[in-house]
């Protein structure tokens, strides 16, 4: 399967659809990250916080795809934001993924209350200077925070991954997105289990229409809407689900309707108070 990739304003670029570890158990990392290169994915979006990136450095190393192949992402936890604090945690971090540089590095949340994400941003260029890093992002940043980094700093985050699903779309920060160059990276793309997106009749027509599930369905809302998205299973028949989304498109009609899903309110924390 060839996945299309976004192209990122720094030059690289980033397959569009990946595969996600938070909540995956560490004990069982490298076995699912094993299934998960198996089954064609070859974008991984993990962080520090979720305590596994030893699994999926493990599992990345024992698959023998070629690094150039691989597009890995991963996380600065909130307590390491600073200056020394972020080259140490990742130094830790491509340590721990046995890796001499990572795609993609983001800023968990911005934080707004211990107020060092501009700093913490600055260290970021200096890790994408020295080349253990390719690109550079962010996470969980909304409007005044993106604002805050164009205004203070020389380089404009390539990626903003936020909470984004069809009860959740922040336009706000995707328009803002946008006119910037950000590309969006929609995390709980398919809502966490934790909302029923996968019942709605929106999402359950379009997949009867084209004989695919509802997950696939969502899998390529988030597609054709131009966001990168890493839906993440412990199962392998699901992994091999939501990577087999490229044999079909939804019409307009089908995007209308799936965007035009009632708003449910984030799942996760608020941006603006969490950490
Ligand atoms: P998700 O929306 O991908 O939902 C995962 C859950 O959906 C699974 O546990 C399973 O219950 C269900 N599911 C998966 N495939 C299915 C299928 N084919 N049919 C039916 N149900 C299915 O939620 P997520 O894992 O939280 O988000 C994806 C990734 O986003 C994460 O793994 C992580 O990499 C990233 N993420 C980032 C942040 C952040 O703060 N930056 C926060 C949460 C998640």
């Known amino acids: 399967t ?4 976004i192209q990122l ?3 690289h670029s980033i397959p569009q659809l990946g595969f996600g570890v938070f909540k995956v158990d560490p004990a069982e990392t490298e076995r699912i990250v094993a299934d998960a290169l198996e089954v064609g ?12 990136e030893e699994g999926v450095g493990r599992a990345l190393a024992a698959s023998g795809v070629p690094r150039e192949q691989l597009y890995v992402t991963t996380k600065l936890w909130n ?9 140490d945690a990742f130094d830790r971090s491509l340590e721990r993924l046995g890796l001499e540089y990572v795609d993609l590095y983001l800023i968990h949340w911005p934080v707004p209350a211990q107020d060092r994400y501009v700093e913490t ?4 260029e200096q890790l994408r200077d020295s080349g253990r890093v390719r690109s550079i992002g962010v996470s969980n940043f909304m409007v005044p925070h993106l604002q805050r980094l164009i205004d203070e700093t020389a380089v404009v985050p390539a990626v903003d991954q936020i909470e984004l699903h069809p009860a959740h779309q922040q336009p706000e920060t995707v328009d803002f997105a946008t006119e910037y160059g950000i590309a969006i990276e929609s995390w709980g793309p398919l809502g966490q289990g934790k909302y029923p997106l996968l019942e709605l009749p929106q999402v359950t027509d379009a997949a009867a229409a084209h004989g695919k599930t509802p997950a696939q369905v969502v899998i390529r809302w988030h597609l054709q809407r131009g966001f990168i998205v890493f839906p993440k299973s412990n199962r392998r028949e699901r992994m091999a689900e939501n990577f087999d989304v490229f044999d079909f498109e939804l019409d307009d009609a089908q995007m209308d309707s799936i965007t035009g899903i009632e708003r449910a309110g984030r799942l996760g924390p608020d941006p603006h108070a969490f950490g």
Not at 41 to 52: E, M, Q
Not at 79 to 87: C, E
């Open 9 to 11: 304003n720094d030059g």
């Open 79 to 87: 307590d390491d934001q600073g200056t020394q604090s972020v080259l």
């Open 121 to 124: 941003w600055r260290t970021f």
């Open 2 to 5: 060839l996945v299309p990739r």
């Open 41 to 52: 994915y070859r974008h991984l979006d993990t962080a520090r916080i979720y305590g596994n």
